[in-house]
Nanobody, 118 residues
Framework: QVQLVESGGGLVQPGGSLRLSCAAS????????MAWHRQAPGKQRELVAG???????NYADSVKGRFTISRDNAKNTVYLQMNSLKPDDTAVYYC????????????WGQGTQVTVSS
């Protein structure tokens, strides 16, 4: 069973940058679609960015132009580069993997806290 471990969260001032990493304990080759979600206090978890096995990406409107998702299958790692951070970006960020073929299993990481505040 593949496990996901996020890192790179922390406290940053508005306008700053962070890079989140999601390391998989096993092989996350192009059979897996990967994504980052986030959940702020009192709000539902929402999709931030996704990347398919073929490398196609999609983003929430709120982060377009500021965040970039990427993957390095050789390192079994997915990244989220976050620039021009805003207080509204404050949330726990979760890594997510979904197998794109049967049995279509999915995996969540434990989350990493991102706080944007002056």
């Amino acid at each position: 069973q593949v496990q996901l471990v996020e890192s790179g969260g922390g406290l940053v001032q508005p306008g700053g940058s962070l890079r989140l990493s999601c390391a998989a304990s096993g092989n996350i080759d192009n059979r897996y679609a990967m994504a980052w979600h986030r959940q702020a206090p009192g709000k539902q978890r929402e999709l931030v960015a996704g990347i398919t096995g073929a490398g196609r990406t999609n983003y929430a409107d709120s982060v377009k132009g500021r965040f970039t998702i990427s993957r390095d299958n050789a390192k079994n790692t997915v990244y989220l580069q976050m620039n021009s951070l805003k207080p509204d970006d404050t949330a726990v960020y979760y890594c997510y993997a979904r197998l794109s073929q049967a049995p279509y299993s999915s995996i969540w990481g434990q989350g990493t806290q991102v706080t944007v505040s002056s």
